[in-house]
């Protein structure tokens, strides 16, 4: 439930869709759901895996297998990865709480699409609001690592997560009865596969990592907790199967609403935060289904910071061998990310707008380096590990098989994190890159 708490978020509701509108549509949700098959069963189990033989966490699981340091720079991958990413993920986890807000006090109201996505522009992206607004998730976070109450929120989880849903569903129904709502549905589910270019492979390999929280040793520290008796199999495929439901619904919500009302499908960061008012305001009890479904994004974001936020709380105590006890490393966690989410917007709309590389500021550049480069590489690094150097046996990976499942899924495994994964992951790198020029 933790595993699928930290992979369903706002990865699948706002980064799935405006990815899916920048990379051609139906295409990329093709690649998207090859790639999830590739990757996702393998390097989950893989983390779990790894969390299981080592009993510790990420930054010192590959030293408690290996009994050396040889693989520590892993750890302190993964550690740094967290890092980049949790800034940013408060931001857009901000934005919910403002969009939560408005919807409370009825903005939405009437707002035509220039006006929504003016609204956008001029109001969310405001420093001192973006920073007041993701300074909540923050603390509220903290305080739930604080009190250590993580696992009655993902328990609480269990009930809002089949609400989510149903919400969800309910909003695909009405967007699907919307004048014009054909074209946006042919859009995201009638693939142009003239549209894949090893730059749409790269951000849907990319995409993927990112929606199912693997590639940054996570889910080792669920592997070290998860009881001995769980076999990882299930859980992996029911986290995969939830996670990627999501991500559809989010998509069959969003673009049959795009063209309906004449938004942009490229329009990036911001489509959903324009798109979904918009749907929201057509349901027939408008303002509790905002309200409801602010909420529930909110928590659905909630339970990914958790995790995110515990692999830097745990890091931090692990670093100090013990001298920094657990509430102490909550205040530093918290003093650390408010810091970076603060260079983060500035860098973006505020005095520090300036302060750009490559083109990008420093938000946009943190989710690209993260989501395509950092998470696929620590992928790649874990799977050879696993695959090559650590010895692991059966009873770690499924310790109730059914007879005849054994057989074949142990060497299936054993054969995709040796070659599968890392030659993919590597082909769509040099391709993405341009090294190779495979179209
Ligand atoms: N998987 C989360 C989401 O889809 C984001 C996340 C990535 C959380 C990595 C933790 C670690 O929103």
């Known amino acids: 439930m933790a595993a699928a708490g930290s992979a369903v978020g706002l990865g699948n509701i706002w980064k799935f869709p405006y990815e899916t509108g920048q ?11 090859i790639c999830v098959i590739i990757f996702g069963m393998p ?3 893989t983390e779990i895996l790894i969390g299981r033989n080592a009993g510790k966490s990420t930054f010192s699981a590959f030293r408690a297998i290996t009994g050396n340091n040889r693989w520590q720079w892993l750890g302190w991958w993964s550690a740094l990865t967290v890092l980049i990413l949790t800034g940013f993920y408060f931001i ?38 973006m920073i007041l607004c993701s300074i909540i998730p923050i603390l509220g976070t903290a305080a739930i690592l604080w009190f250590g109450v993580s696992s009655g929120i993902e328990r609480l989880s269990k009930i809002l997560m089949p609400m989510l849903l149903i919400m969800m569903i309910l909003m695909t129904i009405r967007v699907l009865m919307l004048d014009g709502s054909g074209t946006g549905l042919r859009f995201f589910l009638a693939p142009d596969f003239s549209q894949i270019t090893p730059a749409v492979v790269m951000e849907a390999a990319g995409q993927c990592f990112f929606s199912l929280s693997v590639g940054l040793g996570l889910m080792i520290t669920y592997g070290a907790y998860m009881p001995k008796d769980q076999e990882a199999t299930m859980t992996s495929l029911s986290v995969i199967s939830l996670d990627t439901l999501v991500a559809v619904l989010a998509g069959l919500i969003i673009f049959p609403a795009v063209f309906a009302f004449g938004f942009n499908p490229a329009e990036g960061p911001q489509l959903v935060f ?4 918009a749907v929201l305001q057509h349901m027939t009890f408008a303002w509790i289904s905002g309200v409801v479904f602010f909420i529930l994004l909110f928590v659905a974001a909630l339970t990914s910071t958790i995790s995110l936020m515990e692999v830097i709380v745990a890091g ?33 709309t505020g005095v520090w707008s300036n302060l750009q590389l490559f083109g990008h500021n420093l938000f946009e550049l943190s989710d690209t380096l993260v989501t395509n480069f950092m998470m696929p590489l620590g992928a790649l690094a874990m799977s050879l590990f696993v695959g090559w150097f ?17 057989k074949w899924f142990r060497p299936l495994f054993v054969f995709s994190l040796r070659w599968i994964v890392p030659i993919a992951i590597l082909l769509i790198f040099l391709n993405g890159l341009g090294v190779l020029n495979i179209k």
């Open 23 to 33: 990379n051609g549509g139906g295409a990329f949700l093709i690649v998207y759901l």
């Open 43 to 45: 390097l989950l189990m």
């Open 92 to 129: 857009v986890t901000g934005w919910c709480v403002d969009y939560l807000y408005e919807s409370a006090v009825n903005s939405f109201v009437g707002m035509n699409t220039d006006a929504l996505l003016t609204h956008f522009n001029t109001n969310v992206m405001n420093a001192p609001k």
């Open 274 to 277: 324009v798109v979904l008012p």
């Open 316 to 348: 931090i105590m692990e670093l100090s061998h013990g001298k920094i006890n657990r509430h102490k490393s909550v205040l530093i966690s918290t003093a650390l990310i408010i810091a970076i989410v603060v260079v983060y917007v500035l860098s973006m």
């Open 390 to 406: 650590m010895p692991f046996q059966d009873k770690d990976l499924i310790p109730h098989i059914q007879k005849g499942y054994k």
